[in-house]
């Protein structure tokens, strides 16, 4: 995994703990969720777009 050990990834988290204390880790991660789960429905909105103008091309 990318090269990295668990002594890496250990200590990795431990910065990340140290820096936004463990209060503020689920929010953290809440909010990638939120924001990787919203990218992805656009991109499926922009496939249904694009494919909805190759069908009216196609039609014409």
Do not use: H, Y
């Amino acid at each position: 995994m990318f090269g990295l050990g668990v002594s890496e990834l250990f200590l990795i988290l431990l910065i990340v703990i140290v820096l936004f204390g463990a209060t503020r880790i689920p929010n953290i991660g809440k909010g990638l969720g939120e924001g990787i789960s919203n990218f992805r429905r656009g991109l499926k909105g922009d496939e249904r777009e694009v494919k909805a103008a190759q069908d009216d091309k196609s039609q014409s």
